[in-house]
């Protein structure tokens, strides 16, 4: 109906294309909720972690005879060195939390500011991948082998710590002063789960309401014949803080869902990576190549990695397009 419509020329109202899009959001959450519901059935935290393990297992099952090396990356995250401090490009990593709580709206984290988040650098994924090729070439191994490359075991860097940087790192521009309000409400939001639920779902539902009925009554009010002079700036003015409303919604729904896709890892369940293998094949290297092509993470600095080389090359690389704009080539 909506496509002979549209080659009718026939508009489709406010109304209409709201419902539209309230029920294809409806469907993605329904479909969301049930892969979520099989998955944590099946004893995985979410159904992303699922569909790995099954892609492992059909490669495992369906090898034949060829060598197969697993590597397991943990959260990757900007290039600590290489090809310079701070490239990123991802969007679904820790960048949308990050941007929500120094940005934008999310000041309290459902965390448990005790866990590890384990991240690493994308350039030592790309150095434990050349590890991983190397080992396999050299002697392609007969069973399925399983790499992780991760911090959890050689240098664990805790949520609480993760947060305190991150509020350090957010400063005023008088004189660089920190922002002291800011850091004591990140600095305190690990396990602030009632406080989120008041800043983000319930305002997400308030703020939605409201836009929707705002855009029913301004709908109403600017399709009538005779509506003219104040009733229809009026109309106009009321469309213009239902849209506003509506984006503000769908950011609120964005940060929503990083939280949930995040929550399995920083507040219900304490994963541990355990990283030996890659940190013993970095170890079999010749001491001239280990600078260039070893596993350094077990040496990173996570004070001096988080402010100075992970949050700028979010706020250039990735923020801007989180904000809809195009970040410097």
Excluded: M
Excluded at 219 to 224: D, H, I, R
């Amino acid at each position: 109906a909506e496509a002979a419509r549209r080659r009718l020329g026939l508009e489709l109202s406010a109304l209409e294309r709201l419902e539209r899009r309230e029920r294809e959001e409806h469907l993605a959450r329904r479909g969301g909720a049930e892969g979520r519901a099989r998955a944590e059935a099946w004893g995985w935290p979410n159904l992303y972690t699922e569909t790995k393990a099954l892609a492992e297992a059909l490669l495992a099952e369906q090898r034949g005879g060829v060598a197969l090396t697993v590597v397991r990356p943990t959260i990757v995250e900007a290039a600590w060195r290489d090809p310079f401090p701070g490239w990123n490009e991802g969007l679904h990593t820790s960048a949308p939390l990050t941007y929500a709580l120094t940005h934008g709206p999310l000041r309290a984290l459902p965390a448990r500011a005790e866990l590890v988040l384990d991240v690493v650098p994308v350039d030592e994924v790309a150095r434990g991948l050349s590890l991983a090729c190397a080992a396999a070439l050299e002697q392609p191994p007969s069973e399925p082998r399983v790499l992780h490359l991760g911090s959890s075991t050689s240098n664990p860097f805790s949520l609480r710590r993760v947060i305190e940087l991150t509020a350090l790192a957010r400063r005023t521009p008088r004189e660089g002063a920190f922002q002291a309000r800011e850091l004591l409400e990140l600095d305190a939001s690990a396990g602030g789960e009632p406080l989120y639920r008041a800043q983000v779902p319930w305002a997400r539902r308030l703020i939605g309401g409201s836009g929707r009925a705002l855009g029913e009554l301004a709908e109403a009010l600017g399709g009538e014949a005779h509506s003219q002079g104040l009733r229809a700036r009026a109309a106009r003015r009321l469309a213009g803080v239902a849209r506003r409303a509506s984006k503000a919604e769908r950011g609120l729904r964005k940060v929503e869902e990083a939280v949930d896709r995040f929550r399995p890892f920083v507040a219900e369940h304490e994963h541990v990576f355990v990283s030996e293998a890659v940190e013993g094949l970095s170890a079999r290297l010749a001491e001239g190549e280990r600078g260039r092509f070893g596993w350094g993470v077990p040496g990173l600095d996570w004070g001096a990695f988080w402010p100075e080389v992970q949050l700028p090359g979010l706020e250039t690389w990735v923020y801007p397009r989180l904000e809809g704009r195009r970040p410097p080539r």
